[in-house]
């Protein structure tokens, strides 16, 4: 049995109740054979059984009280999971999907996407089962200040920076950092995504979507294409969504779609942005709502028809974790479809993402695509070190470069391994050679 085959039958063996974490983990091993099979130092140093396993998961309740004062109970996460390169960084997600295998599967693709921003940030994860939709904005602050007050002691600085994810935004970072800030009496760098004017970034919103389409941009300049007069199917409808669709259509394209958990919106003509963002950023409201506006589109219930089943040249999963199946890569492929950015972490499931690989389709992965949310947060990181703010424009341009060298580096890892355009091969080996040398580097600890 090869290293990496063992490797995979140990998580197999001791992570069977945890399909997210194995799906993700299967993925990255496949892609590093060809490098790991040609060095035996990685096996002699026990470098994989190291790497797949968080350096430390931490499981608390989260008690709070419901406006009607009855008192609720909710599990909270934080999993810091490689720290080879630097402090862990990774967003909270609050959904009720949230459980240990989900927490450990994003934490594993964070090591690899901070590795990639060239960025001294090491990965992590965290967040509960809470659900914000539906809950008051004092429940939420309520349940905040109770995640944060088991949470505060085992972040910092320089140990561990939480930021954002499904379900938490600017109002629930807000609270958490109230807490942590009114229990350690600091104010400190310890939180991302906090609000502008004290010590958030500008352009942090934006930046997870904007970052994939400056990917994908890079790419297409590569290829002596551009966006202009392409159509582009989005799903998803929170800030990665609206922003990548803000940004793509800002370079000449036309989105078409848009969605969420109930269902997906399709409007031929080119969706109107400002009509979106009133719905599912100011109002909170069901994507539903987009059609009773519009009357030229088309709303279509998630138990009748898929976001992907609508024609398009370029396909950028927004939303969550394997929501793009098999069959919706059969039918992308037969509408034509050329690229699939995932702005969302593993939204394609492993076989689909096979068949786009299979079929030439520019395939990019979600810990390269999506790491423009994790390097401004750096960016803010940095900032707040120095006590510094800077303007829109500085910290887009940085993304813009980070994005633009991430492709370069994937494409090079690609073709330096023989499989020039996997950028799925390119991502992993890329991500892994610089973790994989600081944890030599500083010996088994």
Not at 51 to 58: D, K, M, N, T, W
Request: with cysteine; glycine share 12%.
């Amino acid at each position: 049995m090869s290293y990496i085959d063992n490797i995979i039958a140990i998580i197999e063996k001791k992570d069977a109740g945890q399909p997210e974490f194995i799906q993700a983990a299967k993925e990255v091993l496949e892609s590093l054979r060809i490098i790991v099979d040609q060095d035996s130092i990685y096996e002699k140093s026990g470098l994989l059984e190291r790497l797949v396993e968080p350096e430390r998961a931490i499981i608390f309740r989260v008690p709070w009280v419901d406006d009607a004062g009855k008192v609720q109970v909710n599990r909270g996460f934080r999993v810091q999971y490689n720290s080879a390169i630097g402090p862990y960084k990774g967003g909270l997600r609050f959904h009720p999907s949230v459980n240990i295998s989900i927490i450990k599967f994003l934490g594993f693709e964070q090591t690899f996407k901070n590795s990639l921003t060239g960025l001294p940030m090491g990965g992590g994860k965290g967040g509960s089962d809470f659900d914000p939709k539906g809950k008051s904005d004092n429940e939420v602050m309520r349940f905040c200040q109770s995640f944060m007050t088991e949470l505060y002691r085992h972040i910092g600085p320089d140990t561990d920076v939480p930021a954002g994810d499904i379900g938490v935004g600017g109002r629930e970072i807000g609270f958490m950092y109230g807490q942590y800030k009114k229990i350690v009496n600091r104010f400190e760098g310890v939180l991302t995504g906090k609000g502008i004017g004290w010590g958030g970034s500008l352009a942090r919103t934006e930046a997870t979507g904007y970052g994939l389409i400056y990917i994908v941009e890079e790419y297409l300049k590569k290829i002596g294409d551009g966006f202009k007069g392409k159509t582009v199917a989005i799903s998803g409808g929170g800030n990665v969504a609206i922003f990548a669709a803000q940004k793509v259509m800002s370079l000449g394209a036309t989105v078409v779609s848009m969605s969420d958990s109930n269902g997906s919106i399709y409007h031929k003509a080119g969706l109107n942005l400002d009509t979106m963002k009133d719905i599912k950023i100011i109002n909170r409201d069901r994507i539903s709502k987009y059609a009773d506006i519009h009357k030229d589109a088309v709303y279509t219930d998630v138990s009748k028809g898929r976001v992907w089943d609508i024609p398009c040249d370029i396909a950028l999963p927004c939303a969550t974790q394997n929501e793009l199946l098999i069959d919706d890569a059969k039918k992308l492929v037969s509408n034509g479809c050329k690229i699939v950015g995932e702005g969302a972490n593993m939204p394609t499931a492993m076989d689909a993402t096979e068949y786009f690989l299979s079929k030439g389709v520019a395939f990019f992965p979600g810990k390269a695509a999506n790491a423009g949310g994790v390097a401004t947060s750096g960016l803010e990181m940095s900032q707040n070190s120095a006590r510094l703010s800077w303007s829109f424009e500085e910290v887009d341009a940085k993304l813009n470069k980070i994005m633009a060298n991430i492709f370069h580096s994937i494409d090079s890892a690609a073709k330096e391994y023989g499989k020039p355009g996997n950028f799925v091969l390119g991502a992993n080996i890329a991500g892994f050679k610089k973790v994989a040398k600081a944890m030599m580097d500083q010996g088994v600890v």
